[in-house]
T-cell receptor, first 113, second 115 residues
Framework: QKEVEQNSGPLSVPEGAIASLNCTYSDRGSQSFFWYRQYSGKSPELIMFIYSNGDKEDGRFTAQLNKASQYVSLLIRDSQPSDSATYLC?????????????FGAGTRLFVKA | GAVVSQHPSWVICKSGTSVKIECRSLDFQATTMFWYRQFPKQSLMLMATSNEGSKATYEQGVEKDKFLINHASLTLSTLTVTSAHPEDSSFYICSGVAGGGEKLFFGSGTQLSVL
């Protein structure tokens, strides 16, 4: 079982729709959770982080965390073509005291104009 | 957010040569720098962790004599790929962390192509 699992996609949504990206992780001890956006040929950029169960909203982005289900999601409202990218889910590795981060393989999102 | 400057952005070299990649934290002191490698359509794989003034810690399967890491100051870390071969062709990315934080600030990445 992979430590951080994501559907590779591609996930295709029309402009203006809500894009829902999902991620599961294997280690219950993980404490911190991140979503990074990576455009093709570029390095990742942090867009959201969440530490507690529930929802966290920042502009058009909402991160959701359910530690009991070991599940993290990212919602993108009013999706724009510029949101087309690969979204990486990342969790801190409790075996390293949270020092290291484990990345999922990413979900490719296409927003159609 | 914090800025990490990475150079070069891309490099093409002949097999057997060495390539140095530099990462500088511009507006914060990176006590730790992580070096990642990413193959096409795959996730980031951690290669090594460097802390200022000490030897780097390499992940299992990463050859420390091939991938030389130096973290001489709180603002500069370098990765040298020695005797590069075509299988070393990849996207290399550094990421700095300030003082025990968890958020990663990535450099812009270096696309290495070894002919």
């Amino acid at each position: 079982q992979k430590e951080v699992e994501q559907n590779s996609g591609p996930l295709s949504v029309p402009e203006g729709a809500i894009a829902s990206l999902n991620c599961t992780y294997s280690d219950r001890g993980s404490q911190s959770f991140f979503w990074y956006r990576q455009y093709s040929g570029k390095s990742p950029e942090l867009i959201m982080f969440i530490y507690s169960n529930g929802d966290k909203e920042d502009g058009r982005f909402t991160a959701q965390l359910n530690k009991a289900s070991q599940y993290v999601s990212l919602l993108i409202r009013d999706s724009q073509p510029s949101d087309s990218a690969t979204y990486l889910c990342a969790v801190t590795d409790p075996r390293t005291g949270g020092f290291k981060t484990i990345f999922g393989a990413g979900t490719r999102l296409f927003v159609k104009a | 957010g914090a800025v990490v400057s990475q150079h070069p952005s891309w490099v093409i070299c002949k097999s057997g040569t060495s390539v140095k990649i530099e990462c500088r934290s511009l507006d914060f002191q990176a006590t730790t720098m992580f070096w990642y490698r990413q193959f096409p359509k795959q996730s980031l794989m951690l290669m090594a962790t460097s802390n200022e003034g000490s030897k780097a810690t390499y992940e299992q399967g990463v050859e420390k004599d091939k991938f030389l890491i130096n973290h001489a100051s709180l603002t500069l870390s370098t990765l040298t790929v020695t005797s590069a071969h075509p299988e070393d062709s990849s996207f290399y990315i550094c990421s700095g962390v300030a003082g025990g934080g968890e958020k990663l600030f990535f450099g812009s990445g270096t696309q290495l192509s070894v002919l």
